[in-house]
Every structure is written in C-alpha cells, then in structure tokens.
C-alpha cells in the first residue's frame, strides 16, 4: 500500500483526537464449532464468578456499546469497568474494572484497549486486548505499556482489525493501521477522505469495508481504505454501525437521528425515533441475534433501546442514571 504524508496524517490524528468524544472468507467450520463450544461453557450472567446485580446508579465515560459473544447480553463500556444489561437487570463486574477504550464487540468477545482498573495487575496502558469470557480472562495481543487505542474498529465475524494509532510505538508510527487476528500490521492508505474526521468502523464480515464518519458525511471504502468516497448527503454523522447489508449512521442536522442506507443501492428510511428532544448520538449497535433491536447512548449520558425496530422507545440510563 502506499502511504499519505506524515503531515496528512498528524493532521486527520489531531482532529481525530479533539473529537475523542483481499476479501476474507467466513468463519470455517471448525472456527464456528469452536465459538459455539466457548458460548456453551460460558456461564449464564446470574450465575457468573466475576457479575452480580449492579448496585451502581451513576455512569460516566461510556467508551461503546455492544453485544459481545453473539448473545443476547448488552455491555456498556464505562470508565469504571464494564456494565451487562440482560433480561432487564443490570449487572457490573466485581473484577476487572479495567477502562476500555476503543470497546468492539465481536462474535467470540470483544477486543478493547485503555488502562486497568483499581488493584490490576494488568500493565497501562493496556495495549490492545481482547476476552472471550466477559471480562473474567484478558488476551494480550501486543503493545502492553505502549498504546491506549481510543479508536479501534474490529469486524464481528472476521476479526479484522483497523486501528487508529496516536503515538508511535515499537510497531507503529502515527497513523490508521490493519491487522488480520492483530498479527502482521499494515498502514492504511486514507485517500479521499474528508479533512475533518470522527470515527472507523468496519464491515462484519468483510474486511475491505471500511468507513469513515465526518462532519462533512460518510465515507466508504470497499478496498480497506486505499480510497474512500462519500456516500451520504453533506451533513455531520457522529457514529454508524454495519450490518450484513446495509448501515446504520446517526446524523445531528437538522436533528438527532438514526437513518438506515443499504450497501447495494443506497437507499435509505429513517429510523422512528423516541419523542424526546435528543442529544448528539456518539454510539450505536444491534443485536445480532434479533436485528430490530437498536440501542444507542448520547453525549448527555442516556442510554435508549427499542427491540421493534422503532416502534417504542424505553430509556436503559438516563442523563446517567442507571434506570431500574
């Protein structure tokens, strides 16, 4: 691949950082035998060694949100440790309060970077990590003491990763880098991408898929970023999520909203949204087991979730408290 200036560089990373608010084939059978050999002997929330009910009543610094191990478990990422909403109760770890930065659920998990929590033996910053298990055991996949990777975009069922690295390290210089399974990184190219930026996200299945979301709209790229092109209407989009074939990005004008545009054809329909007067949107997912469940967080700290595709809203945390 070839390279973008140093400059261009420094420069997308800065605004980046001010904001802070080929093709790979599927899974294999075996890979997808053994997930499901990791789910069944993952063991249920209420009855899990490291979570009980959350006592907990305030939140703050939501760092994402998502549906790790393909269950139907929502984790919030929070800068005292991970939160799990299922079956209407919350639940917080009572080990491993690490602050994970740069969260991204995936089929088998979730990989994270940020820094440890009280009384960890865990190196900070973290590096990039990832679990399989909730939380319970952490994977070092490199960069321990290094790198906190505020922005990382993971695919659900590939594990292709896209890292935006902030300051140089024993692998990296300053730049937007990808990884299959986070072994051999390589530096993304970024052409055509807009001058401001605020976040990457990546296709689930696909690794050439990648996007960029701007003040100025989104970006696609279909060849893993060697060039990208807008997609959507010139408007401020402040998060999006992929899925199979189509996305979902949230745009803040003329109001906070979530629109749906399919992959194939570019057509899109709003999402019908809660009666409340909405602050910026800064993270959405779905649940991969039942896609008309959406769930997404504000700047304000408020959490919303509709399992009917829009149909009715129920608010999970609002101005971050938790709501039980």
């Not at 093709?23 to 059978?29: I, L, R």
């Not at 973290?126 to 909730?134: E, F, H, N």
């Not at 140089?168 to 807009?194: C, D, F, H, Q």
Request: negative net charge; proline residues 4%.
């Amino acid at each position: 691949m070839k390279k973008i200036s140093h400059y261009t560089i420094v420069l997308i990373l800065t605004i980046i950082i001010s904001a802070c608010q080929n093709d790979q084939s599927p899974p294999n059978e075996s890979q997808s035998i053994e997930t499901e050999e990791k789910q069944a002997n993952l063991a249920s929330i209420s009855n899990s060694a490291i979570y009980k009910e959350a006592d907990r009543k305030q939140i703050n610094h939501v760092h994402g949100i998502g549906y790790p191990g393909n269950r139907n478990e929502l984790l919030v990422a929070t800068h005292d440790g991970p939160l799990i909403y299922h079956n209407q109760i919350w639940y917080e770890a009572t080990t491993n309060n690490n602050d994970y930065m740069g969260f991204q659920a995936v089929a088998d998990g979730f990989y994270s970077s940020g820094h440890p929590g009280e009384g960890s033996s865990l190196p900070n910053p973290l590096g990039l990590i990832k679990s399989t298990d909730r939380g319970k055991t952490i994977e070092k996949l490199g960069f321990q003491g290094e790198s906190d990777f505020h922005y990382l975009a993971v695919g659900y069922e590939t594990n292709a990763i896209y890292a935006v690295n902030q300051q140089r390290n024993s692998e990296m210089e300053i730049g937007v880098y990808y990884s299959e399974e986070a072994k051999k990184w390589v530096e993304v190219v970024l052409k055509g991408t807009p001058d401001q930026l605020s976040g990457l996200f990546t296709h689930p299945s696909n690794p050439n898929i990648v996007a960029i979301t701007s003040p100025s709209g989104l970006y696609l790229s279909r060849n893993q970023g060697e060039s990208f092109t807008r997609i959507t209407k010139k408007v401020a989009v402040s998060t999006m999520i992929f899925l199979e074939d189509r996305f979902i990005y949230a745009v803040q004008e003329p109001r906070n909203q979530l629109i749906v545009q399919t992959l194939k054809d570019g057509e899109e329909e709003e999402v019908t949204m809660p009666n409340q007067t909405l602050d910026t949107i800064n993270y959405v997912t779905v649940n991969p087991q039942n896609e008309d469940e959406i769930v997404f967080h504000t700047i304000s700290g408020s959490l919303y979730q509709t399992t009917d595709n829009g149909k009715s809203w129920i608010i999970l945390i609002n101005d971050g408290q938790i709501k039980k």
